[in-house]
């Protein structure tokens, strides 16, 4: 790659880009002059095509895409270059390190066809099509919260002409929006995936199929608990808006609620808080965060020594997080130890019920005091689990 220019000339720091993620992308390694100069690229994209020749426009779209996920406004001489990006792409879309942010579903509904075939309302064709759907998914990347998202239902109803699109796209993908990771991680999360969703949920032309869908392939979907308990809460966040007499969207919906129900119900968490008798409602979706600190300690860490979170979840019901100088880090969420420096013997799934045991030998074998009476214990407004979990912290038949 050539020097890094120093000039504000348009035309040489696109080409400087251009030319890096080039051989970036031939060595298959991320390129090192966007992350040091985005800020001065982004600005410049809207008129690229005025100070690059068409050939270069198209490599741009092409590094803009896999670096991105995105591109920049078009004209609508420049759209079939960015079809022939995505063209030229689609073989590495999911390749994560190349393509990084692997966005499938987004770029799928902003073209309307990937390797896999074109979907049932045609390919865009226009730049004017593609930037009408680019509104939505920009309006999904507002918000840095499904919660928030859900909160602003009004916002994302107004986009509901493209919901028989969104529809298309989703099952097109069988609703798996992301690659699995080599570490087994899934964007379960994905804001412009459940932004997608929640467009389809308040139109009454599409809900009750997407609805369906989901609940047919649900043992298919990575992350199938979370992708149902998110669902679930969507739904629940647009019943309000459902016409009563759409008795087959409200039936599905007490299904999925059921279910998910049931689900929370058999975990760790939620066995235990009945056990303890601790006041929360059956359907209320509560956390408890415990923080200890070493008796020994002359300062208070900014972070605890020891910390417990717990919450009514199917596969992530808890989770166990130790961190001392000398001794290391240990972490365990429900039975899976996830780093071990300080050779503990692990809790081990189905025996949350003997965290205080396993609390006081383990520490003792490390030579370790947590008082319970100085723990920090978060339980959101029902303040009068703090006093039922430290008797049961500090039981007397506990170590």
């Known amino acids: 790659m050539k020097t890094e220019p120093m000039t504000t000339d ?17 060595e298959r390694r991320q390129g090192k002059f966007w992350p040091r100069n985005h800020h001065r690229i982004t600005p410049l994209l ?15 779209f092409f590094h803009l895409l896999h670096v991105t996920g995105g591109l920049p406004p078009m004209r609508e001489g420049e759209f079939p270059m960015a079809v022939a990006a995505y063209e030229r792409l689609l073989p590495d879309i999911d390749r994560l390190g190349i393509s990084q942010l692997a966005k499938r579903h987004e770029t799928l509904f902003l073209f309307g066809f990937d390797e896999m075939g074109v979907l049932p309302s045609g390919r865009v064709d226009s730049a004017k099509t593609f930037a009408a759907r680019r509104k939505l998914v920009e309006h999904s990347g507002k918000y840095t919260t499904l919660p928030a998202m859900r909160a602003k239902l009004d916002s994302f109803s107004a986009l509901g002409e493209h919901a028989p699109v969104i529809l298309e796209t989703l099952r097109h993908l069988s609703y798996i929006h992301a690659p699995i990771t080599i570490t087994g ?5 994905n804001l412009q995936f459940w932004g997608m969703v929640l467009v389809v949920l308040l139109d009454d032309r599409t809900r009750v199929e997407l609805l369906r869908d989901m609940l ?6 990575p992350c199938r608990e979370d992708h149902m308990s998110i669902l679930n809460a969507t739904v629940a966040a647009v019943r309000s808006r459902v016409g009563a007499d759409e008795f087959e969207f409200h039936g599905l919906a007490d299904r999925l609620g059921a279910e998910c129900t049931v689900r929370r119900d058999a975990s ?9 008798g601790l006041p929360f409602e059956a359907d209320e979706d509560w956390s408890i965060r415990i923080a200890l600190y070493e008796a020994g300690a002359t300062k208070r860490p900014v972070n605890p020594d020891l910390s417990i979170t717990m919450r009514p979840h199917p596969t992530r019901a808890w989770e166990i997080l130790l961190r001392y100088p000398g001794i290391g880090r240990y972490s365990e969420c429900d039975g899976k130890v996830y780093s071990n420096e300080a050779d503990l013997v692990p809790l081990g799934k189905g025996n949350l019920g003997r965290l205080p045991e396993w609390l006081k030998e383990e520490s003792a074998r490390l030579g370790l005091i ?5 723990a920090q214990i978060s339980v959101g407004r029902k303040r009068s689990a703090i006093s039922i979990l430290k008797r049961w912290l500090d039981r007397p038949n506990a170590g």
């Open 10 to 26: 348009p035309q040489d720091i696109l080409r400087t880009f251009i030319e890096d993620e080039s051989t970036a992308w031939a």
């Open 46 to 60: 809207r008129r690229a095509g005025t100070v690059l020749t068409p050939a270069e426009t198209g490599e741009l």
């Open 185 to 189: 991680h899934y964007d379960v999360t």
């Open 216 to 221: 047919e392939l649900a043992d298919a979907l």
């Open 268 to 276: 760790e968490t939620a066995v235990l808080a009945r056990t303890l």
């Open 370 to 374: 947590f008082p319970i009476e100085a």
